[in-house]
């Protein structure tokens, strides 16, 4: 592609890339997540079929992508089911092309889960639809489901959101931080573990945050990183695989500083391993290694230089890129 890449969004089995305004895809079509109107896979990026216009931010769920134009409007395309927040459930063909979303018409950025998706609105509210059956809508336990999207109550100021398969969090412009959804693993971060918390809680972090990112691929495996103005990582949740890079490998139910011993400007929590970018452009990574990124594959709970010359990271589940 080149250059002008502003944006890049990994999804499990697709990826998205945002270049001078035009949004691309490839890897897995076969559910449409391509948005090209085909459900077949592309080794090479094809150009969603997204209205003529410009376009500032992409985003990813479960099967599905996601997009927002210049002005506001937000767009879904992909995998059948709740999280492309269109309405009633889509029949097979009308999910192949990008649908905009109604009543996302000033959004400013966009997140997904397993099946569910948040959408930051430029007012600094957030408004989220998909499954909620482990509160991961943050809109209590009531709704089941929301094919629309629906505000979280509570939040303003918001600057942030992140996803993970069943859990969500946003940031405000205090470095606040706020959770809900599943916490079998203490991935809330509220020093205790359940089944799930299906409103906003804030987190105790010692210190305001700068950057946020939740990961997860199963629902009782999700951890999140957060990451403070002077490069140090706080993180939390499951850590079976090493992926919070504190050295040891249980689950913690509340922040904890990792001694990473480098200065992070952005991290990327995947599902069982993770990744952070210097500002040198150095993209280090933590935890399971059944893959071989880290030329190994076995576990690391601490940090390996695996890339270098980057400017931007992103992962979900057990797939990552950077450019």
Same mark, same amino acid.
């Given at each position: ?10 999804? /499990?089995?697709?990826?998205?890339? $945002? ?21 077949? /896979? ?21 099967? #599905? ?18 999280? %492309?927040? #269109? ?9 192949? %092309? ?36 482990? @509160? ?18 509570? $939040? ?18 205090? @470095? ?67 992926? $919070? ?29 993770? $990744? ?24 690391? /709970? ?22």
């Amino acid at each position: 592609l080149g250059s002008g890449v502003t944006q890049v969004a990994a999804g /499990n089995a697709s990826t998205y890339v $945002l270049q001078n305004g035009r949004v691309w895809a490839f890897g897995d079509g076969e559910a449409g997540e391509l948005g090209n109107g085909l459900d077949e /896979n592309s080794v090479v990026p094809e150009e969603v079929g997204l209205p003529s216009g410009t376009y500032k931010a992409i985003g990813e769920a479960k099967d #599905t992508g996601y997009a927002i134009s210049a002005s506001g409007q937000g767009y879904s395309w992909g995998a059948l089911g709740s999280a %492309l927040c #269109t309405g009633e459930r889509a029949t097979r063909g009308e999910e192949q %092309l990008p649908t905009a979303v109604p009543g996302i018409t000033e959004a400013a950025e966009v997140r997904g889960g397993g099946e569910h998706v948040i959408w930051l609105m430029r007012n600094g509210t957030v408004r989220t639809c998909g499954l909620n059956t482990w @509160g991961q809508l943050g809109v209590g336990a009531e709704i089941q489901v929301s094919r629309t999207p629906i505000r979280v109550p509570g $939040l303003t100021g918001i600057v942030e959101v992140s996803c993970g398969n069943r859990f969500s969090a946003a940031r405000n412009s205090a @470095g606040e931080v706020f959770m809900w959804g599943e916490n079998e693993a203490g991935q809330i971060g509220q020093g205790r573990t359940s089944l799930g918390i299906d409103t906003p809680v804030k987190v105790d972090l010692p210190e305001p945050a700068a950057q946020i990112s939740l990961g997860g691929d199963l629902y009782d495996n999700g951890h999140a990183l957060a990451v403070r103005r002077a490069g140090v990582v706080y993180g939390w949740g499951y850590d079976r695989s090493g992926q $919070l890079g504190d050295g040891s490998e249980p689950n913690r139910a509340s922040p904890i500083a990792l001694p990473l011993g480098i200065a992070f400007k952005s991290v990327a929590a995947s599902g069982t391993y993770s $990744l952070g970018l210097t500002s040198a452009g150095n993209v280090f990574a933590w935890g399971s290694d059944l893959g071989g990124g880290m030329g190994t594959e076995t576990s690391r /709970n601490s940090a390996v230089l695996v890339d270098s010359g980057a400017s931007m990271i992103s992962a979900t589940a057990t797939d990552s890129v950077d450019n």
